[in-house]
C-alpha cells in the first residue's frame, strides 16, 4: 500500500506562508486526485484542497484565495502553498488520494503547521 510521506510544517506567525510536499512514491500517482487534509486538536479531519488529475482544483471556502494545491506528476508529488496564515491554520496536514470521495493511500504521519505570533 501506499504511504504517502508530507513535509514542509512549522512555526509560522499570522499572515505568514508555508509550502507543503507530498511524495507518494510506489503509485500510478498521476491517474489520482491528490488532497490536502487537516486535523485541528479535538476536531475532525477536513479536506482543505483537492486536484484532480488533469489539474481541476478546488478549495474549501476557509482556504479559498490563501492556499494554491499543485501537482508534479513526474516527481509523484504534490503541494499545498498557504499564504496569508491565520491562527485557525493550525493543524497536522496529511494528503491522500481519492478526494473528495475516498481515501486510497494508507495516511502518512502528516506535518504540523502551528499559527502563532
Known amino acids: 500500500q501506499v504511504r504517502p510521506v508530507e513535509s514542509g510544517g512549522g512555526l509560522v506567525q499570522p499572515g505568514g506562508s508555508l509550502r507543503l510536499s507530498c511524495a507518494a512514491s510506489?503509485?500510478?500517482?498521476?491517474?489520482?486526485?491528490v488532497g490536502w487534509y487537516r486535523q485541528a486538536p479535538g476536531k475532525q479531519r477536513e479536506l482543505v484542497a483537492h486536484?484532480?488529475?488533469?489539474?481541476?482544483?478546488n478549495y474549501a471556502d476557509s482556504v479559498k484565495g490563501r492556499f494554491t494545491i499543485s501537482r508534479d506528476n513526474a516527481k509523484m508529488t504534490a503541494y499545498l502553498q498557504m499564504n496569508s496564515l491565520k491562527f485557525e491554520d493550525t493543524a497536522v496536514y496529511y494528503c491522500?488520494?481519492?478526494?473528495?470521495?475516498?481515501?486510497?493511500?494508507?495516511w502518512g504521519q502528516g506535518t504540523q503547521v502551528t499559527v502563532s505570533s
Open positions: 510506489g503509485s500510478i500517482f498521476s491517474i489520482y486526485t
Open positions: 491522500n488520494a481519492g478526494a473528495p470521495i475516498a481515501t486510497l493511500w494508507v
Open positions: 486536484i484532480t488529475s488533469n489539474g481541476s482544483k
